[in-house]
T-cell receptor
Framework: GAVVSQHPSRVICKSGTSVKIECRSL??????MFWYRQFPKKSLMLMAT?????????EQGVEKDKFLINHASLTLSTLTVTSAHPEDSSFYIC???????????FGPGTRLTVT | AQKVTQAQTEISVVEKEDVTLDCVYE???????LFWYKQPPSGELVFLIR??????QNEISGRYSWNFQKSTSSFNFTITASQVVDSAVYFC???????????????FGTGTLLAVQP
């Protein structure tokens, strides 16, 4: 099956710094990628939808200036958490699909801890 | 608006028991997809099944089976003869179908924590 990787798997950063999370489709071209956030013992909530070559579409309540999403190639999307604060600590998961794909492939997730 | 409800927050069973996880969804779309995912403690989502709204056939895969009923907007998941390795959080999810049949963003339920005791 298709594989999606995320890097890093875990990151600890200090409050006020920025963190970049990468989501890569390893063996297929991902025209669309989705970024989700999951707080401890909670469900996954969509943050934004990212289409290759265009601006991301953010869900209501998600600050686009704080969570910068770039999808510059068909195999890579990045999520940058700018000026991170402890309340941004969460599990971030991406998923990817091909153009008109019925299947979404999830990455293994990135656990962010902001101290 | 789309919504997925998993009323069971936690379920505890003893090994070899059968267990059913409930999922009720709401959507105004006529074409949509339903999913089940397993999330073990490691956090990675494990895909279990995708079901198209036009396909109401029940499905069985080993010890897993799914009952899709559009009349009650439910997509329940049954594990037969549960095992300790089945312990995880299980999520039901809904996605509208885009033009061409592609899945869109997933709307997840709140998840059911299944604990299988030896």
């Amino acid at each position: 099956g298709a594989v999606v990787s995320q890097h890093p798997s875990r990151v600890i950063c200090k409050s006020g710094t920025s963190v970049k999370i990468e989501c890569r489709s390893l063996d297929f071209q991902a025209t669309t990628m989705f970024w989700y956030r999951q707080f401890p013992k909670k469900s996954l909530m969509l943050m934004a939808t990212s289409n290759e070559g265009s601006k991301a579409t953010y869900e209501q309540g998600v600050e686009k200036d704080k969570f910068l999403i770039n999808h510059a190639s068909l195999t890579l999307s990045t999520l940058t958490v700018t000026s991170a604060h402890p309340e941004d600590s969460s599990f971030y998961i991406c998923s990817a699909r091909t153009d008109r794909g019925r299947e979404q492939y999830f990455g293994p997730g990135t656990r962010l801890t902001v101290t | 608006a789309q919504k997925v409800t998993q009323a069971q927050t936690e379920i505890s069973v003893v090994e070899k028991e059968d267990v059913t996880l409930d999922c009720v969804y709401e959507t105004r779309d006529t074409t949509y997809y339903l999913f089940w995912y397993k999330q073990p403690p490691s956090g990675e989502l494990v895909f279990l099944i995708r079901r198209n709204s036009f396909d109401e056939q029940n499905e069985i895969s080993g010890r897993y089976s799914w009952n899709f009923q559009k009349s009650t907007s439910s997509f329940n998941f049954t594990i037969t003869a549960s095992q300790v390795v089945d312990s995880a959080v299980y999520f039901c999810a809904l996605s509208e179908a885009e033009y061409g049949g592609a899945t869109n963003k997933l709307i997840f339920g709140t998840g059911t924590l299944l604990a299988v005791q030896p």
